[in-house]
């Protein structure tokens, strides 16, 4: 597919910006300046996709070098799939819309059970065969990595390789490899795979043999027994993606990414990436504020989110948290943490986040009674829990998030019950000041970790707990929300599966299994049907299992010994707790060698004058200036807010200094003309923003010149005057370029002395109009149209509804058409 056929298609799906690959800080290379061309693939929506920092860093590491070109592709939505279906057309990247049958490697992300449908979509989208076996010398390398690579048996017989744990070295070593064998003009996958294999890290399934009776896994005749994971060292030294991606659309997470710290000490024996990413390695403080700095003015980004599995337990938050208030807040930079542990977000730290807005508030008690907080080595106490939340609603917070989970270990009804008790006991402590919004997940036990043995518990239990739960905190300013356990059910017969259920995955997929971690696509009966027509039963993955017995992921060291994980589970029989891992404490999990491979933990810096409080405020005299843009080629496919937020980003990237909003969060005070429809190009819009009096027109023009997504130019600046910006004109005027079928009937049209139409608007209101009255229609000599539209206030219609009356057919049937809004004549000319 050239990018013309992309075009195309993307004027008839819903979100265009998807698939367009012209972001900020997108990487552009030419093939022929490359040798290794890569497809980094992510089983789910752009706007789940992009926010994934793994999937930032591969790009980044990458495209830094100089024979390798890593370009991405997501899920992709019901609405583009058919299109491509119906084109015959290929699945394409973004950057070049190249098929992924043309890649070298596709790389896929495995970061949830229930996308694993949309691998298959994805493949089988772009020609490629679902099975490695299947698949000869001229199909790309198939790989695959992230956390659901800890148990590769469910996906195994689909990937030539799977790579286990951190991926920043040891990525660009199978890299080497690859084009170490290409040079050798090499064809033979099969000696690729070997080389391959070498790698620490590298999982080639192909060199194991499974035993469906015995669930066993083993390794051919001179191939190594077991895989251990990979594990990066040292933070400080790891590349970092300065620059990300500034996303379209509207990204879950769109924000400043900065990993503080990887792994955690802290032990929970429930979770899975409390395990296999151990050990802790932070980054120092002094490192995470250069990355903030040359990061923010990379992107533009208005919020940060301090990555890590453990915000709180970082050494150096205090300081860092000081830092980065400091520096930032004059440019109106919120910090955000994903989640924190009770007892970690102190008062000083609050006091630090809503210095320039209140980002969320989530903490995790997971079980409702001290006793099951125990068993699942939780290590918080209620009384840490109830002081965190008293202290976020002292200091203003209005919402507070809590999640719990159910099914855990040993849970009696006396703790389901305490649930209940603790959520009423925070909203009893909150009065009508703040509310509370408490989730249920049902417990899915997870490879790797002490309670991988563990039972699931039934859906009819599941439901039982969750509407006991429900029914007794029916009470204003309270709102629960639950996980469906019919989809835990599915995630947990994946999570501990085995090479069995590649044919139950197929199967679902072939009934129209996608996107099954979203709500508005799971289909349980589906897949019932489909476990019944593979005969898998799903309690064999699901129920509880012995110590002894084997596991499809025995030959898989991912670090902590299961030695340890037995341990830890006798302890959680008799609800003894573990203390975490830290400077001062070892849980003697196995991952460490004390050499290479051991936790590292950041020094308090002294404080420096870089640190003195400075706003950089001062008393600034502002001035409105009125900015004229076009919009043109592909930045038609942006809808309004997907441009607005581009040029909010633009003018932080510029450095250009705006006054702000006031409230609670904080906005640019820039005003836009009226919203184009998506699809609709215009050679002259404007915006009107208040920057600092000392910012010249020329000036502004300059600093955003490059910085505006492809399709996006300012053609001029003037300053703000009363009546300088007059409303939407009488008349409005575009050019029509459209597709040669339908000559004949505009030129019809063009002729009509009437021409009455019933016009049916988006909020249901109809109305008659004769468009010949309002609508004039004139051929070019270059043998396009010009239309001249007159703006009837009330009853306004956009140009393709004027067309799609005109010739007969539904505005969205009009992809081939463009048209171009232009600015009105200048009487005279």
């Not at 065969?129 to 010398?137: A, E, V």
């Not at 910090?335 to 807005?357: C, D, H, N, Q, W």
């Not at 679902?508 to 508005?520: I, L, P, S, V, Y």
């Not at 009546?723 to 370029?737: C, D, N, V």
Request: contains cysteine; glycine residues 6%; charged residues 25%.
């Amino acid at each position: 597919m050239n990018k013309l056929e992309r075009d195309k298609i993307l004027t008839r799906v819903r979100r265009p910006g998807r698939y367009l690959g012209s972001e900020i800080n997108a990487v552009h290379k030419s093939p022929e300046d490359v040798k290794l061309q890569v497809a980094l693939a992510f089983p789910d929506l752009y706007e789940i996709g992009t926010s994934h920092f793994g999937i930032q860093i591969l790009y980044h590491i990458l495209n830094e070098q100089k024979e390798i070109c890593a370009e991405r592709v997501y899920a992709p939505d019901d609405d583009l799939e058919q299109l491509l279906r119906e084109n015959q057309s290929s699945l394409f990247s973004l950057e070049s819309a190249k098929p992924l049958k043309e890649f070298d490697w596709v790389g896929f992300s495995l970061l949830y059970e229930l996308n694993y449908t949309n691998v298959l979509t994805m493949l089988e989208l772009s020609g490629i065969p679902f099975f490695s076996k299947d698949r000869g010398d001229e199909f790309p390398l198939i790989i695959a990595g992230g956390p659901c690579a800890c148990n590769p048996e469910p996906m195994a017989d689909f990937f030539d390789a799977i790579l286990l744990g951190d991926g920043e070295e040891a990525v660009l070593d199978m890299a080497k490899t690859w084009l170490a064998w290409k040079d050798e003009s090499n064809t033979n996958k099969a000696d690729l795979l070997d080389r391959l294999a070498q790698i620490q890290g590298v999982y080639v399934p192909a060199h194991f043999d499974f035993d469906p009776d015995t669930g066993k896994v083993s390794p051919k005749e001179g191939k190594a027994p077991t895989i251990k994971r990979t594990i990066l060292p040292d933070l400080n030294k790891a590349p970092f993606p300065i620059d990300p991606i500034i996303p379209y659309s509207n990204p879950v997470h769109d924000r400043l990414r900065l990993e503080i710290s990887r792994g955690c000490g802290r032990g929970c024996r429930f979770c899975q990436a409390g395990m296999i990413y151990r050990p802790v390695r932070e980054r120092s403080p002094e490192r995470l504020m250069d990355l903030a700095r040359e990061s923010l003015d990379a992107t533009g980004y208005e919020d940060i989110s301090l990555l890590s599995l453990s915000v709180g337990d970082y050494s150096c938050i205090d300081w860092l948290m000081g830092g980065l208030m400091r520096e930032f807040k004059s440019r109106q930079v919120a910090v955000s943490f994903p989640s924190m542990r009770a007892g970690t977000l102190t008062l000083p730290l609050m006091e630090e986040i809503k210095k320039v807005r209140k980002t969320g508030f989530t903490i995790a008690p997971e079980a409702g009674t001290q006793r099951l907080r125990d068993v699942i080595n939780k290590n918080i106490s209620e009384e840490e829990i109830i002081q965190t939340v008293s202290d976020a609603f002292f200091m203003g917070w209005k919402l507070i998030k809590l999640y719990f989970m159910i099914g855990l270990p040993t849970e009696t009804q006396e703790d389901v019950q305490g649930i209940v008790d603790l959520v009423h006991k925070l909203k009893d402590m909150a009065g009508r000041k703040a509310d509370i919004t408490a989730s249920i997940g049902v417990f899915v036990p997870k490879p790797h970790t002490p309670f991988q043995w563990a039972g699931q518990i039934s859906i009819k239990e599941a439901w039982e707990r969750i509407d006991y739960i429900k029914d007794r905190l029916r009470r204003p300013g309270i709102k629960v929300k639950w996980q469906n356990p019919q989809v835990s059910v599915v995630e947990g017969v994946f999570s501990r599966g085995d090479r069995k259920l590649a044919p139950l995955l197929v199967h679902a997929w072939k009934q129209g299994a996608r996107f099954d971690g979203w709500t508005d696509h799971f289909n349980f009966t589906m897949w019932q049907e489909a476990m019944e027509a593979c005969h898998i039963d799903p309690e064999h993955y699901i129920g509880g299992r012995q110590v002894d017995d084997p596991l499809p992921w025995d030959h898989v060291d991912m670090g902590p010994t299961k030695k340890f994980f037995q341990m830890e589970l006798e302890k959680a029989k008799e609800v003894i707790s573990t203390p975490g891992c830290s400077q001062e404490s070892c849980a003697g999990c196995g991952v460490c060698d004390f050499s290479k491979i051991q936790p590292i933990f950041s020094p308090v810096p002294a404080p420096t004058e870089d640190m003195d409080s400075r706003d950089g405020s001062g008393n600034i005299n502002y001035r409105k200036l009125l900015v004229f843009y076009s919009k043109t080629g592909n930045a038609r496919h942006l809808g309004h807010l997907e441009l607005i937020s581009q040029v909010h980003r633009a003018l932080r990237r510029s450095q250009i200094s705006m006054m702000y909003s006031k409230g609670f969060h904080p906005m640019p005070k820039v005003s836009f003309s009226q919203a184009l429809p998506v699809g609709m190009e215009s050679l002259e819009e404007n915006f009107v923003i208040t920057a600092d009096s000392r910012v010249q027109p020329e000036q502004l023009v300059r600093s955003l010149k490059n910085q505006l997504p492809q399709g996006v130019e300012v053609l001029r600046c003037v300053p703000f005057s009363k009546g300088i910006r007059a409303g939407e004109p009488e008349t409005l005027h575009y050019q029509i370029i459209p597709e040669p079928e339908y000559r004949e009937k505009i030129m019809a049209f063009t002729k009509a002395k009437e021409y009455i139409i019933t016009h049916t608007n988006h909020k249901g209101k109809q109305w008659e109009l004769d468009l010949a009255q309002v609508v004039e229609i004139q051929s070019s000599e270059d043998g396009n149209y010009s239309m001249a539209a007159k703006n009837i206030p009330g009853k306004s219609i956009r140009p393709m509804e004027i067309l799609g009356h005109i010739l007969g057919q539904a505005p969205q049937s009009l992809a081939g058409f463009r048209v171009i809004k232009i600015p009105a004549p200048i009487e005279g000319s």
